[in-house]
């Protein structure tokens, strides 16, 4: 029986990637929708590319919706020197063609969970979470229909990307983090540390690429290592949610 799950993300070449992941996973998974928020870039960007993500692998199915365009209690934070002005480092992908689900994240994560048999559904947060936090606040009675919260976000050993102590997604709305954190829902948090041992080497850059197929080349697109990477990373290549 497949998992159901939503995935709240702004999509960055590293949610990209794992989106795709996702949508190829056959019966293992059940992909309600993607839910997207404001991050690596601003949300018209995000929303863009996660249906564009969404025609590559040819699942115009499903619902991609625009939730938060800012945190709940600061500025927008985002992160173009790493991303790319467009998110997806200038990748070359057509403009979408699939609208986007004319309800906000916010509203569609309480219908769906509201929806579900209780612990039916999981949550899995790419970005910042802001929508999570949002919907928890708004409609506290959804927690109890959450299977579990898999969620990238803080560091454990490992120094922060954005400050010694903060990770991105966690740095830019700690509000939300603290509210979903707290909601009293299964959490299972993927640290920076986590992503420091997801190298994507050369040789499986490479691999990407020779699949010879159109997600393979996009795919080695996002992942393909820039100079100053590689060396940050000792020449082994770099790591999704690290860049």
């Known amino acids: 029986m497949a998992r159901k799950i939503i995935i709240d993300t702004d999509p ?14 056959g019966e293992a998974l059940e992909v309600l929708g993607l839910t997207c928020v404001a991050g690596n870039v601003p949300l018209g960007l995000t929303a863009r590319n996660a249906r564009r993500i969404c025609e590559l692998a040819g699942r115009r199915d499903v619902p991609v919706v625009a939730g938060c365009d800012r945190p709940m209690g600061r500025a927008l934070v985002t992160a ?7 998110g997806l480092r200038g990748v070359d992908l057509p403009a979408p063609t699939m609208p986007l689900d004319p309800r906000h994240a916010v509203d569609f994560l309480i219908e769906t969970l509201r929806e579900a048999a209780p612990g039916s559904v999981t949550l899995v947060a790419l970005g910042p979470l802001t929508n999570l936090g949002t919907a928890f606040r708004r409609a506290p009675d959804i927690v109890a229909r959450v299977a579990e919260i898999v969620l990238m976000g803080g560091a454990h050993r490992a120094l ?6 903060a990770e991105f ?43 010879r197929t159109r997600v393979g080349q996009v795919v080695a697109a996002l992942t393909k290592p820039t100079g100053s990477e590689s060396a940050r990373h000792g020449g082994q290549g770099v790591m999704p949610e690290s860049w």
């Open 12 to 25: 960055g070449q590293d949610d990209a990637v794992a989106i795709l992941m996702a949508l190829a996973s």
């Open 80 to 86: 173009e020197h790493v991303h790319g002005e467009d």
């Open 160 to 165: 922060g990307n954005v400050t010694p102590a």
């Open 169 to 211: 997604n966690i740095h830019v709305d700690p509000q939300a983090a603290d509210i979903v954190l707290c909601a009293g829902a299964p959490v299972t948090i993927v640290p920076l540390d986590v992503t420091h041992k997801a190298l994507v080497t050369p040789a499986r850059n490479a691999a990407f690429a020779a699949l």
